[in-house]
């Protein structure tokens, strides 16, 4: 199965029905980036047929832990839709989705477009907020996955649950320090903006280079998802979670 309509046609099938399907790289273990990335389009663009608008980017594997547990040797993207979108202040249904897990994030919102010849201090001036949030990823398939799998399921994204008041990055202490602490009902994990490629500017700048490598730039407004700062926990009905970030107050959810 490498045709990126029939790849498109399963997830999107998988998603609707709540029924997992085969990661496409145990028929083709040699699929390639690319043919995901198409795939990915295709089950994006369904969801813009059904009126929902682009967001931002959501990015993943950006934590160099959860990739070696993987074998996946780079990040991914995907794409966020309004649809995605889920309210800090109501609780989340559950209902909709196979297997719901829940990572603290650092969210970046652009005041202006950015392209690939670009430093940290340039993303950060780009950068008109920043928010703490809470990504909900539901990977769409049985089994363990690998990169273009990933990517064809445009990374898992599911929901984000994002703060209600941003801030400048100048005014906060550098990002790349800035704690987080997450908790849930296994307990409580701690983390730093570091935990993403070493700072959430530098996944940026990994972002758009991959972008630019395929004709694509970050645009104005775009709300990027810049990785998980922890493992990510299983959600169930009932429960809440929630990220508490150093000068960006906190976010959590109530699953329904």
Sequence with gaps: MTDPQVMADALIRAERER????????????????????????????????????????????????????????????????GMVAAFDQPLPLGGMISPRAEPEIALVFGKSIGPEMTIAAVLGAVDAVLPAIDVVDTRYSGPFRLPDSVADNAGAARIILGAVGRRPADLVDLSVLGCVFRHRGGIDTAAGGAVMGHPGAAIVWLVRALAARGEHLQEG??????????SVRLRPGETVTAEFDGLGSVGVCCS
């Design 19 to 82: 029924t997992p399907v085969l990661p496409f790289t145990h028929a083709n273990p040699f699929l390639d980036v690319e043919t995901a990335y198409q795939a990915q389009s295709l089950v994006v663009e369904h969801r813009l047929q059904a009126g929902e608008r682009l967001l931002g980017i959501k990015m993943g594997l950006t934590s160099r832990v959860k990739r070696l547990a993987l074998g996946i040797h780079e990040p991914v993207y995907g794409r966020l839709t309004t």
């Design 222 to 231: 775009a709300i990027v998802m810049t990785g998980g700062l922890t493992a």
